[in-house]
């Protein structure tokens, strides 16, 4: 049945506010991602409130994921409009449910819906493309991106901020008119898409994907199960625990590699590579970078944070520009970075010379991954599962992974350069490897055509003309 005249006169409404909208979600999304890593490193203050916090905080990583997966399947018949809505009232009410914690089943309720919150916002934001023409799905994929590949900088800076007192306060809090405007303007776009019942295109035929996807599934069961055995734990003790913690995480770094080969296309494991290892190291390392300069000398001055953010819009930028050159490109950058900052300098700007390539690299290496894997729509949808995934069990895991080879992240400078010396030297190897591993992949040839089961999606190539 087709829309009436008035809904349909509204369309070029609900177009222009598409990117934006994508923009608003990712960006909403990263502020409930921000919970997770405070949640994890303020243990030691957080057990009077609930002793069993780090299984919590695994519960918040499966939920995150579960509803995640189960976006990207709903959003194939209803549409993106529905589960974006969700995402907006769960952000919105696990925001305040954190800003004071005071009861254990206050932070349960908190972290839980924060989950739900990043899961469906993530994952509704990038299937808003499905339903737009080649320019605006470009835009609005643009929108999307920039928050998840360069939005770190803007977090790590607002983390170094004080928060005030009064009561334990998680993750970041922007003023409540933004939260209001954030708010309106998706759920406006959210309605109008529903009124509207723009014509989507079929289900993409998923079958050669079947293996990808199960492994990935398996992942996710396999290392949260772990996680939770070890957070539910009454008094877990040290001399089995850091074994288990460094095991895991081996697992989990070679999972997430054996999920990328069992890509049945070829063309898309660089840009899995360059995102997958860009949103595990990126994130842990900027926030800890910048941890100590705030606690040897106070907050960073905002030309730093200026700084901080220009370098990543310039890999974003660079990235869009030239995606599949920008992949090997951003991860040298990003490896050449962490090793100038394994030192972690309390000097600000010092802090900032290594920090601002480092952020450009991260950057350059998740959009051009992003923006090479959009050729298909089956591809940028792994893509972006995978990274998520890598993002949430780095968040969960850079204070355990650290504490397990004799660091702690504390409000101690010294402890946070230690930590951050931890995950530098690893993100270092890791980038060398994974650019070793691309310029490979990518240099097998160029691109080859991809079978018609797979659903091409050309308006979102980077090599298609349009």
Known sequence: MPAPPAIRRAEPARLLLAPAVAFLAS?????CLVTIPDTVAGSPTLSVVDSRLPGWAGVAVVLALAVGAVTLVVSVRVGPAPPLALGTVAALLGLALSRDVTSSPQLELALLTQAVAVGALVTSALCMVDDLPAPWARATLAGWTLPMAGGWVALAWLVSRPRGHGGTRLGVHPPGWALAAVAAISLVWAVLTMLQEPARPPNPAGDLWQNAWAALGFLVVGVGSIVLLLGFQPDPGTSWVRPVVLLTTAVTVGGLLGCGWLMPVA????????VVVALSCGPPCLQ?????PAHASGPLSTRVGLTLAVGALAGVGVAWWRPRGSITTGLAVMALGAAGGWVMPANQWLMCAAAAPFAAGVAAACAGGL???AADRIAVRYVSMAGLTALLLSLLGAAPLTWAVGAAVTSRASDARAAGRV????????????CAGASVLLGEGPRPGVPATTAMNHELSPDHPG
């Open 27 to 31: 960006s909403l999304a990263l502020c």
């Open 267 to 274: 063309w898309a494991r660089p840009a899995y590579l360059a």
């Open 288 to 292: 800890l970078l910048v941890l100590v």
């Open 371 to 373: 923006r090479a894997a």
């Open 423 to 434: 995950l530098l030297g690893l993100t270092f190897a890791l980038a060398v490897l994974a």
